[in-house]
Each structure stands twice: as C-alpha cells, then as structure tokens.
C-alpha cells in the first residue's frame, strides 16, 4: 500500500514552526502574567479587608454601638480556617473560591469579650475590571505574537524558498546540458547560508562531470580520428581486390568500418555542444516529401498540413535519414511518414521501441534488444537526438498500441518517433533570435 506524501514549502514549514513556538511561548506568559498579577490584587484585596475590619474593630470597642463598614458580628458563614484561627484568638483573611469564578474575601478579628468581627465582600469592581482589561491585552498580545511569527516565517522561510528553487533550476538547466550555467550565481545574494555550500558542492560536481565528459569525448574522437585514415586505406585496397564473394565481405566490412568511425565522430561534434545550424526557409512539407522519395520510395509521405519553417535543411535530412534507416532495419512495412504543421511523425509497424530506449532515450552502442545484437551499434537514434538538439527541436519515441488494440488516434502496433520543430529556430551562433516587440 502506497503511503500518503503531503508536500509542502519550506517557507511554510518556517511559519508554523516559528508561529507554534510563538503561540507556545505567549500562552506560557499570559497564564504566568495572568496567575501574578491575580495573586498580587488577591493579596491586595486581602489587607484592603483587614485594614477595614480593624478599623471596624477599633470603631465597635470604642463606642460600643452596632458594627460599621458592612461587618457582621459571629456570622456563620465564615470559613472553617478562619472559625480555627478565631478560637486561637489569632486575626486572619481568606480568600474562598468555591462559589463560582468570582472569589470571596473575607476577614476576622477576634473581639475581647469573645466574639468574633468578619467582614465579607467579592472580588469585584476596579480589581476585576483590571483584570479583565489585562486578560484581554494579554489575548491580543498572543495572537499578535502569532501572526507576527507567521510573518516572519514566511518572509525567511520565502527569502530560502527562492533561493532553492534558484538553485533547483540551474540544476535542472545543467541537466540538460548547459554547462556554463552555475548554481551559485543563479541564487545570488548577500547574505551566506547553507544553501551557498550546496551550490557550491553542485557547481564542484558539475565541473567535475564536465572534465570526465570532455575527457571522453576527446578520446573517443581521437581515436577515431586515428582509424579513419587507416580505415579510409582499408576501403581503397578493398576496391583493389579482384572480384568476387570474398571481396565484396572484405569490401562489405570495410564499408561499415568505415561509416562506424565517421557515426562516432560526428556523435563527438555533436556532444561538444560547437555545432550550429545554418538557417533556411523552406516548406517543411513539400521537403520531407522531396527528400524521403530520394531516399525511399517505397515510404509512404502523407502531409496534413504545410508550413513554413526555419531550420538546417542538412541537418534536418539526416535525421530523416536515420529515423527511416532504425524504421527499415528494426520495424516492418509499412513506413508511415506524416507532416503536420511543424511536427513530423515516422511510424513502422515492428515490434517497437525498447523499454530501455523509452525509459531512457537513445543511447550509443546499445541497442536495446537481444534480436538486433550484430545488426547495430545505436548511433542512429543517437546521432537523430543531437541533430535534433542542434536545430532546437525536441524528438520524442514512443510505441503505439499493440496489435489488436487501438488507441483514440486509430493507430495499433509498431513504433513512432516526432520530431517537433521550433516555432523559432537558433541562430548560427546558437541564440534563439529576439522576438520584436509589439507597437
């Protein structure tokens, strides 16, 4: 069973965090204010009632007349602590909380000729008016606290979200190849944190993938730079040999020797990322249709819809070329080729592309399949991509339905490569051409 993943930012993590502990920390002092400053006016209240009560005391023993200020004289109501500190002919205040959330004050003094003087009153009035004003300064405090530490989460929490999703994108550019893109640069800044020493590690490792690269691009086009002149030597004696079975498989041999080593060094320029397209105008169309005849009759051109393009028409040929090459020796007739707009599709009905090829993209010298071992080398659809890099547009594989199964499109079995070309090709340095800006 799958687990749940809930994703969420960074800057939002921040702000609960920071918010949760300010919340925390806000109760935690409004309930110690709020206890303190209770206490304090309780105590308060409680000499306020004494001092009335022995004032009280002294009125009723000078004259001898009914007690004054409320007091009572022997009131059975008064607490059970203070009837005990009366028989000890001790004074005393109390305050009783079991009535309700308003308190009682009370206070007793014992009287010479044995009674005892209570007066008794509730916390109320100004004592219980400031306390609700300060109850409710503290609430307001809190939720300004909290909202504060939202603030401020989201504004560090964002100041870092940006900065990695900075990086995360420079990343991804170097992903997909721009080498002279670096991380650190992208997130910019004045202010040193963690996220610099990741860009920094990132921008390490690319330099170092980028050295091995380099590394073996130039070997490997060293090498076969090396064996083309030697192989190119091969193909001349071969034509030299008298005819027959044996020097046509010397000639045969020499011939696929020799379109391997120039396969591996044009797959060289092209990883070196120096190639440029060089731009004409031509109705993509009526093009593919021309060429593809000159190549293979026996395909089958069908355009939908005709459209004028900008790109390298050599460039663009020799990925139709390689596309129909993989389709004859991989796939099945018929061979189906669509223009579309600025989309070109070429369909077999084989058996398809491997999963590996699907899952991962060409790749060279491995072909995919068990079946094909000997008959390739997976330069074609390699070599396809990199052209396809240079002119700007993006060739996708994909398998169609099974046979017997069809999908929405009607189509059922075999394999399909698109090319899509840019609706703005690069330049000849590389560019893409600036877009002129509306009046």
């Not at 550019?173 to 800044?189: L, P, S, W």
């Not at 890099?389 to 399909?416: D, H, K, Y």
Request: hydrophobic share 40%; aromatic share 4%.
């Amino acid at each position: 069973m799958r687990r749940l993943v809930l994703r969420t930012g960074v800057r939002w993590k921040i702000s609960i965090a920071i918010a949760g502990v300010g919340a925390l920390i806000a109760v935690a002092l409004s309930l110690v204010v709020h206890n303190a400053a209770r206490v304090s006016m309780l105590d308060n209240a409680r000499d306020v009632q004494m001092k009335q009560v022995l004032i009280a005391q002294r009125w009723y023993e000078t004259s001898k007349k009914d007690p004054r200020f409320n007091t009572k004289i022997n009131d059975p109501a008064l607490p059970k602590s203070l009837q005990k500190l009366m028989r000890e002919k001790r004074r005393g205040s109390y305050v009783d909380e079991s009535h309700g959330s308003t308190p009682d004050i009370w206070a007793a003094v014992p009287l010479s000729n044995g009674d005892v003087l209570s007066l008794h009153s509730q916390f109320t009035g100004r004592s219980a008016t400031v306390m609700n004003d300060l109850d409710r300064a503290l609430i307001i405090g809190s939720v300004s606290v909290v909202f504060g530490g939202c603030a401020l989460g989201v504004l560090i929490g964002g100041q870092l979200s940006r900065r990695l999703r900075k990086a995360a994108a420079a990343a991804g550019n170097v992903a997909q190849g721009k080498t002279d893109v670096r991380v650190r640069d992208a997130i910019g800044g004045v202010v040193r944190d963690e996220t610099d020493d990741l860009a920094r590690a990132v921008d390490a490792l690319t330099d170092a993938l980028n050295e091995r690269i380099e590394a073996e691009r130039r070997v490997t086009a060293d090498i076969a730079h090396e064996l083309r002149t030697p192989v190119t030597g091969l193909l001349t004696a071969a034509e030299l040999l008298p005819p027959g079975r044996p020097s046509e498989l010397v000639r045969d041999r020499a011939q696929a020797m020799r379109t391997l080593v120039e396969d591996v060094l044009e797959v060289a320029r092209l990883d070196s990322a120096s190639e440029r397209a060089e731009l004409q105008e031509i109705a993509l169309g009526e093009f593919v249709s021309r060429r593809i005849t000159a190549l293979n009759p026996d395909v089958v051109v069908r355009v939908v819809h005709e459209s004028w393009v900008s790109t390298d028409p050599r460039r663009l040929e020799r990925i139709l070329l390689n596309l129909l090459t993989n389709a004859a020796k991989y796939g099945k007739p018929a061979v189906e080729v669509t223009v579309e707009g600025r989309v070109v599709r070429v369909r077999d009905h084989g058996p398809g592309y491997p999963e590996a090829l699907l899952r991962e993209g060409p790749s060279r010298f491995r072909t995919g399949a068990s079946d094909r071992a000997g008959t390739g080398h997976g330069l074609g659809l390699t070599i396809a991509a990199g052209q396809a890099r240079v002119l700007g547009a993006r060739l996708t594989f994909r398998n169609a339905a099974p046979e017997g199964m069809q999908t929405p499109l009607g189509e059922s079995g075999g394999a399909i490569a698109v090319l899509w070309l840019p609706e703005h090709a690069p330049t000849n340095t590389g560019s893409f051409p600036m877009m002129p800006l509306p009046d």
